[in-house]
């Protein structure tokens, strides 16, 4: 069976700081992956998204980046948190072929 | 720019009545997906209908699509306090497009006992 890791849960950091969120996917090889952020009571935004290593595509001009430097490991990464950074982050994958999403639990970023 | 829109944004009813939330999109679609998310949880995949298919049903849960008006509903019958959650619509590409969902901004369903 296939699972989706996310970590840390939650997250507080100082503006200013660097950030990285790790998510990693088990049971299934060439997955797409995306990362999402969701505002408090709000929708999904789609950050980014891959369909292979090192493939990334940005779907919000921002200070975050993404990086897949393993099939089954997606990363998302600031240099330097803004306030505006805050909220509830989810990766999700999708096999190869598929149309459904699988999410992970989230991490949950204060940013001060 | 948001594919999916949810109405309504909020809706309280007691247990045991029916739950309907419907959703409305733009653009060709291959499918429509709906997920729930319990509080701060991430979201998990309920059920899908295809762009060729007018009604699914998965247990309590009902689908309809009208791809003519762009919308689908998504009905929950006899509802219980466990289905308290945001249900969100998601409009899955054509073929040819990027492989990406668009999430609508979702229903906050409140279930009173």
């Known amino acids: 069976s296939q699972t989706i890791h996310q970590w840390p849960a939650t997250l507080v950091q100082p503006v200013g700081s660097p950030l990285s969120l790790e998510c990693t996917v088990e049971g299934t090889s060439n997955p797409n992956l995306y990362w999402y952020r969701q505002a408090a009571g709000r929708g999904l935004q789609l950050l980014f998204y891959?369909?292979?290593?090192?493939?990334i595509s940005s779907e919000v001009p921002q200070n975050l980046s993404a990086s897949r430097p393993q099939d089954r490991q997606f990363i998302l990464s600031s240099k330097k948190l803004l306030l505006s950074d805050s909220g509830f982050y989810l990766c999700?994958?999708?096999?190869?072929?598929?149309?459904?999403?699988?999410f992970g639990p989230g991490t949950r970023l204060l940013v001060l | 720019s948001q594919q999916g829109e949810e109405d309504p944004q909020a809706l309280s009813i007691q247990e045991g009545e029916n739950a309907t939330m419907n959703c409305s999109y733009k653009?060709?679609?291959?499918?429509l997906q709906w997920y729930r998310q319990n509080s701060g949880r991430g979201l998990v995949h309920l059920i899908l209908i295809r762009s060729n298919e007018r009604e699914k049903h998965s247990g309590r849960l009902r689908v309809t699509l009208d791809t003519s008006k762009k919308s689908s509903s998504l009905l929950i019958t006899a509802s219980r306090a466990a289905d308290t959650a945001s249900y969100f619509c998601?409009?899955?590409?054509?073929?040819?497009?990027?492989?990406?969902?668009?999430f609508g901004q979702g229903t906050r369903l409140t279930i009173n006992p």
């Open positions: 999700a994958y999708k096999k190869g072929g598929g149309e459904t999403q699988y």
């Open positions: 653009t060709s679609i291959n499918n």
């Open positions: 891959s369909v292979g290593i090192g493939q």
């Open positions: 998601a409009t899955g590409p054509l073929p040819q497009g990027a492989q990406k969902l668009v």
